[in-house]
């Protein structure tokens, strides 16, 4: 057995069954091994930020680790930003990247790259195989330290002779560590607040805390004392839809977010931290908290946080309550592609099970709030603001939940830097409906230079600008193997949205918004 026939055996054993993939000359002998031994799905990406930014949503719905296998340090540089999502939303993935021989790495070849230090800063595991022999236990390792709490991206660097030599050994799977929890002093601090009661407390959720148990325990706490819950501005995985509490976010605009946030008196983080904006702006604040308010931390991110919410429950002796109700499902949008046109259509049409990939940016502020009475779902976000997370983390998304349908609420400039999501969705005929938002123009820059102060011309509003040419979405997909059409209102949308939702594959809708 050589080395990387030890690493696929190894990481089965793991229970890693996917592995996305764009491999290169270093990495052919794990290639080889993966043709020869079953039981790893190997799906091509045609750039690497497809092939992280995808395995960040398959492990954000399957709830376990895929594998990457990227070419050397340029390989896993072009897939740092949709790894730096992933870092920032906790998720679990390892990485395997292929590196120089060993003997031959000192002749500093032309692919010979800083590739652990570009590692380490997307993840908290970077490790590179010295010896055939231990090929196996690296892996294993990695995929435990990718499953530590919260999630984080692993990383094991593999020269090629470690691939090749014969030696290798099957690592057998090492248990995956507690979760830490939260401190009795955590649990009686938060409640002896919300016993005391009054105006301006405020539970924020983050992380597993807003999947379906956490809203539901979350729901019966608002109910007995009458705080306010609300998420995180970004995340990585939230129940929403017709029977879970309506949790609504904090925005992203600075102004609008301390709005949403003032008379905040008491703050209590549930898996999230204190909210800060994305950017510093000339003569406004960091936080939309106000400065006086007082911070308290029920679970931390790496603590459970659904078990620290059920033992606060417990403690106020909060009783069982009806699920919420979030009103009747709405009503197809008419007319113009306004946000909340487009929201409704698709709160109207999509199906129990629904996941929600979104990236629709600026235009997309008006969707939350107008899909909380639609059927069931999960919504992802494109948690670290690296732009290009949106396609990929929908291709992953429908392979680590199969059978259900994808929505991915997609800006038109973030969707060119991973278009290349569509070839693969089409080559494993994903269920994925792709909503094109497409306005022509990076318009969340144009929002930015006013929030920065700067005084645009010509030439930098040129530079927000993505038509001459304009992109012919249609066309585009069709060559990759999608099918795709276009509409300008509301009434055409509907009826596009109900045919993709018909027929299995992916589509694409494209809105001249």
Not at 296 to 304: G, S
Not at 426 to 434: F, G, I, P, S
Request: hydrophobic residues 45%.
């Amino acid at each position: 057995m050589n080395g990387a026939e030890s690493l696929v055996h190894s990481l089965l054993k793991s229970g890693v069954t996917t592995c996305f993939t764009n491999p290169g000359t270093s990495e052919m002998h794990f290639v080889a091994a993966l043709d020869r031994i079953p039981g790893i799905h190997c799906v091509l990406g045609l750039f690497e930020g497809v092939v992280t930014g995808a395995a960040d949503g398959y492990a954000r719905m399957a709830g376990k680790p895929a594998a990457t296998l990227l070419h050397c340090g340029p390989g896993l540089a072009n897939g740092l930003a949709n790894l730096h999502n992933a870092r920032r939303a906790a998720t679990p993935v390892v990485n395997i990247v292929g590196d120089q021989a060993t003997y031959h790495r000192p002749l500093d070849a032309p692919l010979t790259a800083d590739t652990e230090g570009w590692a380490r800063g997307v993840g908290g595991w970077v490790r590179t195989a010295t010896d055939v022999k231990t090929v196996g236990a690296d892996a294993a390792a990695a995929v435990q330290a990718a499953m530590i709490a919260p999630g984080q991206v692993a990383t094991l660097i593999l020269p090629s002779d470690t691939s090749w030599n014969d030696g290798g050994i099957v690592a057998e799977a090492l248990p995956r560590l507690p979760t830490p929890t939260a401190a009795p002093a955590q649990i009686e601090e938060a409640a002896a607040i919300l016993r005391r009661g009054g105006d301006g407390i405020v539970l924020l959720l983050g992380g597993v805390a807003l999947h379906e148990k956490g809203l539901a325990l979350a729901h019966r706490i608002q109910s007995a004392t009458g705080c306010r819950v609300i998420a995180q501005g970004s995340n990585a995985r939230m129940a929403r839809g017709q029977g879970r509490l309506a949790v609504e976010r904090v925005p992203y605009v600075v102004d609008v977010a301390v709005k949403a946030m003032a008379g905040t008196k008491q703050l209590i983080l549930a898996g999230a931290r204190k909210p800060v904006t994305f950017f510093a702006y000339p003569n406004k604040p960091q936080s939309s908290i106000p400065d006086d308010a007082e911070i308290h931390v029920l679970a931390r991110p790496e603590q459970d946080s659904t078990e620290a919410l059920e033992r606060l429950a417990d403690m106020l002796g909060c009783p069982k309550v009806a699920a919420p109700d979030n009103g009747s499902r709405p009503e197809i949008g008419r007319g113009a592609l306004t946000p909340e046109a487009v929201a409704a259509t698709v709160g109207a049409l999509m199906p129990d099970g629904t996941v929600i990939a979104d990236e629709s940016v600026s235009f997309g502020r008006g969707f939350f709030a107008n899909t909380k009475a639609a059927a069931q779902h999960d919504w992802l976000n494109v948690t670290g603001g690296a732009i290009g997370g949106g396609m990929p983390m929908a291709t992953g998304a429908a392979i680590g939940a199969p059978g259900r349908r994808v929505i991915n609420l997609q800006a038109d400039g973030s969707a060119m830097y991973t278009v290349q999501s569509l070839w693969t969705q089409a080559r494993e005929k994903l269920d994925v409906t792709t909503v094109l938002l497409s306005n022509r123009k990076y318009q969340i820059l144009l929002g930015e230079l006013a929030n920065v102060g700067a005084n645009p011309g010509r030439t930098a509003l040129d530079m927000m600008d993505l038509g001459n040419p304009d992109i012919d979405w249609p066309r585009l997909a069709g060559s990759m193997g999608v099918e795709a059409a276009r509409t300008d209102n509301a009434e055409g949308f509907a009826d596009l949205l109900r045919q993709s939702l018909k027929q299995s594959g992916p589509f694409l809708i494209e809105l001249l918004i």
